[in-house]
Nanobody, 123 residues
Framework: VQLQASGGGLVQAGDSLRLSCAAS????????MGWFRQAPGKEREFVAA????????YYAESVKGRFTISRDNAKNTAFLQMNSLKLEDTAVYYC?????????????????WGQGTQVTVSS
């Protein structure tokens, strides 16, 4: 199984970025997908999650209204659209896949992880 996160970069506050997570080696539509992030010196935190079909989405309060998670099961890819980026959004962003869909805000629930993509927001 491989999850390949991409799309990170250096942007200014207020800008937008779209992260992608390309999955292979698993039946993508059978997995709930999540995005987490980890800033330097901080623990990994939940950002957003999406159900297998894409019908249900979940967000951390800190990103609600600014970030949108989506997926394209035909392309085995999940996305995280990030708008109105803030300095505090700076982190390495990870995508993850979960088979069962319980407590998707908990990183320990996930079965597979991608390698992370760096997002840096400057003032």
């Amino acid at each position: 199984v491989q999850l390949q996160a991409s799309g990170g970069g250096l942007v200014q506050a207020g800008d937008s970025l779209r992260l992608s997570c390309a999955a292979s080696g698993l039946t993508f539509s059978s997995y709930h997908m999540g995005w987490f992030r980890q800033a330097p010196g901080k623990e990994r935190e939940f950002v957003a999650a999406i159900s297998r079909s894409g019908s249900r989405t979940y967000y951390a309060e800190s990103v609600k209204g600014r970030f949108t998670i989506s997926r394209d099961n035909a392309k085995n890819t999940a996305f995280l659209q990030m708008n109105s980026l803030k300095l505090e959004d700076t982190a390495v962003y990870y995508c993850a896949a979960d088979r069962y869909g319980y407590e998707l805000e908990l990183s320990a629930r996930y079965d597979y992880w991608g390698q992370g993509t760096q997002v840096t927001v400057s003032s």
